[in-house]
């Protein structure tokens, strides 16, 4: 309201924490193709917040990132030793308990994660 004259209803899109809330109002005559920019509402509804960081981030995303440093350092230690090739990837593999017969392009994600997320080594 203003004073006493009441304002037009609009059509609002608010984020919840548990989705996205559409408020359509009453009166209006709703084409869901015309009437909403969907890629506008589809960002709003992905902006969800920070990550969970600390005590909060999950034991697996832990465990994966304590993973990716530790096989980022065979890897520089692998180079140390001189180790190339099929001969590197497996010693890397015994290295972090994983079977011989693992493909190398999970080692290479792996080492990817550690790469792009320039986590510190302690």
Do not use: C
Request: overall charge positive.
């Amino acid at each position: 309201m203003r004073g006493d004259r009441p304002l037009l209803l609009k059509l609002t899109v608010n984020l919840t924490p548990f989705g996205t809330m559409i408020f359509i109002p009453a009166y209006w005559s709703f084409d869901a193709r015309r009437d909403l920019n969907w890629r506008a509402i589809t960002a709003l509804h992905k902006a969800r917040g920070v990550r969970k960081q600390g005590s909060k981030l999950g034991a697996n995303q832990l465990a994966a990132r304590e993973e990716a440093i530790r096989a980022r350092d065979l890897w520089k230690q692998a180079a140390a030793r001189k180790l190339k090739g099929e001969a590197r990837i497996s010693w890397v593999l015994k290295e972090l308990n994983r079977d011989l017969r693992t493909d190398e392009r999970q080692l290479r994600r792996i080492l990817a994660k550690a790469r792009d997320a320039n986590w510190a080594v302690d």
